[in-house]
Structures are given as C-alpha cells and as structure tokens.
C-alpha cells in the first residue's frame, strides 16, 4: 500500500509515467528499467524506526510502506520473507572472522528469495488487473510466480532454459503454470526472446526476474535490506555478499538500505561485494573492465553448476555496477569448485543447506578473505539465497550415495571405517 510511489522514470531515455499508467517498460527504449521514486519528504513523516518496530516481522509485507501496490487489498502472499539472520560461529571461526551472518532465503515459500520479487509482481499484477503472465527464467523466478500465480488466480507460461534442473520444472508443474524448455542458450537468452514476443503479441503481464521487463519485482528483495538492519539492531553491517546473475537482487538489495538512509534510520550504506562463477562472468567482468554499463558485453556460452546465475546477460547490470560505485563494494567471480566447497561447509558447519546459486556469495567472500580484500573484523552478511533440494542431480555429483549395508553391526562398523573414515 505504498501511497508514497511518485512515479517511475526510465533508466536509459529518462522518460516519466506514473504508478497509474499500469506500464512494464518504457514506451520510447526497449531495454529501459522503469525504476520506481518515492516521496521520502511524505514517507518520513509515517515510517520512523518507532513506527516499523512495533510491527511483528511475520512476512515482508511488514513493510508494505515501502513497496508496491497501491491497494493493500491486492497482496498476493504466501509468508514470504522474514527469514532468519543467522549467527554463523562455526563458519567463522573456520573461516578468520569474527562477525558472520547467514541471512537464510532458502527459507521462502518456494525456497529461494525470487518470492519476495513475484509477491509485489503478483500484487501488482491483481492492481493492474491482468490475468495472464509469462515469463522467462532459469526456474527460481518462474517457479516462485507459479506458485504466486496460483494463488492470484492467474494464469501463467513459463519458459525455462533446456537444462534447468528438475527440481525447479517439477514445482513450475505442481503450481499449474504451462512450462516450455527452451532450446539453444548462446549470447540471446532464447527464453527472454520468447516472453518478449508472447508480451507483445497476447498482452500478457511479463513478470521475470528483472528489471527492463518488470520493474516492480526489484522491489521485494529490498526488504531482505530492511530485514538485515531490523535484524541486527536496526544496525548495517560493513559488507554483504550477494550472487548475482541478471544483478536485480543486488540491484534491490542496494534500494533497500539506500530507503533506509533516506529515512534516516541508517547514516550510510554498507560495501556490497557481487559473486559470480567463472562460467558465466559477464557482470563482474564489467565492473573489473570498466564497461559501459549500458553496454555490458554478454557472455558467449555460459557453463556453471550456479544455474539460477547463468544470465548471459546481465540485465539490471547498470544499476548494479552503480551499486558497487556507490557503496564503495568490490565484485568476484568464483570457479564451481569453490562453490561446491562453500555448500559444503554451509551444510556441515551451519545446518543450511544451499543449492550451488544460493551458496556462491559464501564462495566469494572466501576468495575475498583469501586475498585479503576483507578485514577479519567486519561484520559481514552473507546472502543464501536458494535451497539445496532444488537441484538434486548436482547434489548426487558431489555428495555421491550412501552405502547400503544389512542389521549387522560388524558391516557397520567396517563400513564406517571405510566409507567415513570413522572407527569404534
Ligand atoms: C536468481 C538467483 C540469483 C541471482 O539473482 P539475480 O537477480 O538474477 O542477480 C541468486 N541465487 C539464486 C538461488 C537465484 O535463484
């Protein structure tokens, strides 16, 4: 119910429309965000750090000052958000620091933080009074708008890339949603392509996960910012490390505690550090190069385990390179080893078991400790944004298979000793 949304200005022709105009994308440049303004002069008077603390953190439509829709009565919410910060002592001892926080966004309804983006997609979505949408997606986004979807009461086509795991096709099935692989990944996304003629011909609402073809979505994941300050004492931390493959999350991440200066509940922002694999580093490749960038060169043939992180093109690359800028933040890529090595020890020292996407901002603050680009003293948050049971065939991989033994305690014990190591 955000009555405080002045209007939304196009990022590359600066073009204005308001909340009103019921618009995904700019009219004048087909690549253009709309990026959405508030009136903070208005929205200071109501929203004080008093004002939000007396509210519960069930969901994040705790701060439903801040975002879309208009109309409190469009929410479409499934309990999303409000996901737990939590204090990772073994990690961090393991790993130097001294101060290490988990901010555990397997914990969404569909398990990854893509929930929090389509809930305010939805909910604008109902405003606007659409009833079918499409989208296109490595399977987290389209699988949370399925299930979102489901519950609006609207209808929605999914294009998935051709090897989307089948975790993510099974969920996008369960939901209702009328799912396609897409054939033929390269330097265009074949998916993206896809959604776009399907919104143009039929009229269809696009809801992806980012920005130039929904707007409205960015601004979800801003309340994990909201939630990390909450959380820490209505506090920032010095840095926060965040997987990026299309950079909306880093791109709402960053929002997010920018509202929060704005509003005068933090003095400034903390250092954002963005992760990306090895195969498929276009974003951190232009940030390291100094790109354009409104001209990011896409990446040729994108290859990594990190799926929900194989965009070969960056599409909210703009706004998160200013990110970086601005917060004084640094960027990373990481080869799939180190990201098998972080799930690992994210489900072995902390209990939180992460898909290879979701563990990869823990793969980049170890290469960041590694060279020395972080100070053991920082506090640091460390963004988890996807769950484990998505992606079972990586698992099997990398985790192999339990052995099978009878009700015999002595082939118990030889095969503790020889398949763990481990003797009684
Ligand atoms: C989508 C996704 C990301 C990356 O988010 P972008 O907004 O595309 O940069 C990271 N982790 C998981 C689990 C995802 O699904």
Not at 23 to 36: K, Q, V
Not at 245 to 265: N, Q, Y
Not at 269 to 286: I, K
Not at 346 to 360: D, K, N, Q
Request: hydrophobic letters at 40%; a negative charge.
């Amino acid at each position: 119910m955000s009555r405080f949304i002045k209007y939304l200005k196009c990022s590359r022709c600066g073009r204005i429309y308001s909340y009103e105009d019921a618009r995904i994308t700019c009219e004048n440049n087909d690549l253009g965000r709309l990026d959405i303004y508030y009136d903070y002069e208005a929205m200071k008077e109501v929203v004080t750090k008093d004002y939000l603390a007396k509210i519960p953190l069930e969901s994040m439509w705790k701060y439903k000052d801040l975002i879309p829709p208009k109309d409190e009565s469009k929410i479409v919410s499934l309990g999303e958000g409000a996901t737990p910060l939590i204090k990772a002592k073994r990690l961090a001892e393991e790993l130097g620091l001294k101060n290490l926080y988990l901010k555990d966004e397997t914990r969404n309804p569909t398990g990854s933080f893509k929930d929090r983006g389509m809930s305010v997609a939805v909910s604008v979505a109902k405003e606007f009074g659409f009833t079918k949408a499409v989208t296109a997606s490595s399977g987290n986004a389209a699988a949370a708008l399925a299930a979102y979807g489901a519950r609006a009461g609207i209808d929605v086509i999914a294009f998935v890339i051709e090897q989307a795991g089948y975790g993510k096709i099974a969920q996008l099935l369960f939901y209702g949603a009328k799912v396609f692989r897409v054939r033929g990944l390269g330097r265009e996304d074949p998916t993206v392509k896809l959604m776009r003629m399907v919104h143009e011909k039929f009229g269809f609402y696009m809801a992806p996960s980012f920005g130039p073809f929904n707007p409205y979505q960015i601004e979800g994941p801003k309340t994990i910012s909201y939630e990390v300050v909450e959380q820490l004492g209505w506090r920032r931390p010095d840095w926060v490390f965040v997987p990026v493959g299309a950079a909306s999350l880093l791109t709402g991440v960053w929002k997010g505690f920018r509202d929060f200066r704005e509003l005068g509940i933090i003095p400034d922002l903390p250092h954002l550090f963005a992760v990306q694999s090895t195969g498929n580093p276009p974003f951190v490749r232009a940030y390291k190069e100094g790109q354009d960038p409104f001209n990011i060169r896409p990446w040729d043939h994108p290859h990594t385990i990190a799926w929900g992180l194989e965009d070969p093109y960056p599409w909210d690359g703009d706004a998160g390179i200013a990110a970086l800028k601005e917060t004084k933040g640094d960027a990373e890529e990481v080869p799939d080893e180190l990201i098998l090595k972080a799930m690992k020890l994210l489900a072995s020292r902390e209990g939180v078991f992460a898909e290879p996407s979701g563990a990869a901002g823990l793969a980049g603050l170890m290469a960041a400790l590694e060279d020395g680009r972080i100070d053991k003293d920082e506090e640091v948050v460390v963004l988890i944004t996807g769950h484990g049971l998505k992606d079972p065939d990586v698992v099997k991989e990398s985790a192999g298979d339990a052995p099978t033994i009878s009700a015999d305690l002595e082939e118990f014990k030889a095969v503790l000793s020889n398949a763990y190591g481990i003797k009684i």
